[in-house]
């Protein structure tokens, strides 16, 4: 079992910037691929960012590349997601995810995902 908890959202005007933390507890973290989803009201969960767990590689939705950057500290347990130049589309609640296994193919994909966390509210004013 992986418990995740994430932490960070906030308010934020347009332009600006946040970081959101992900801490985990339970079995070793760099086992896991770690990811980050979001979903805004009326709108299905997306993908948004994705790292190893080795942390040496990463993938990103078109939407956020060049602004967003994920990254993660295996020995705190903890992964990040980085958030600059927000707009008001990036309004959502954030949610991060982790990944057991090798395999990277499918990682956009929240089915593959095991365990999630309660998520946390990022709202981008205009």
């Known amino acids: 079992q992986v418990q995740l908890a994430e932490s960070g959202g906030g308010l934020v005007e347009a332009g600006g910037s946040l970081r959101l933390s992900c801490a985990a507890s339970?079995?070793?973290?760099?086992?896991?691929?770690m990811g980050w989803f979001r979903q805004a009201p009326g709108k299905e969960r997306e993908f948004v960012a994705a790292?190893?767990?080795?942390?040496?590689?990463?993938d990103y939705a078109d939407s956020v590349k060049g602004r967003f950057t994920i990254s993660r500290d295996n020995a705190k347990n903890t992964a990040y997601l980085q958030m600059n130049s927000l707009k008001p589309e990036d309004t959502a609640v954030y949610y991060c995810?982790?990944?057991?296994?090798?395999?990277?193919?499918?990682?956009?994909?929240?089915?593959?995902?095991?365990?999630w966390g309660q998520g946390t509210q990022v709202t981008v004013s205009s």
């Open positions: 790292i190893r767990g080795s942390g040496d590689y990463t």
């Open positions: 995810a982790a990944r057991g296994g090798l395999l990277w193919t499918g990682i956009r994909n929240a089915d593959e995902y095991a365990y």
């Open positions: 339970g079995r070793t973290f760099s086992m896991y691929h």
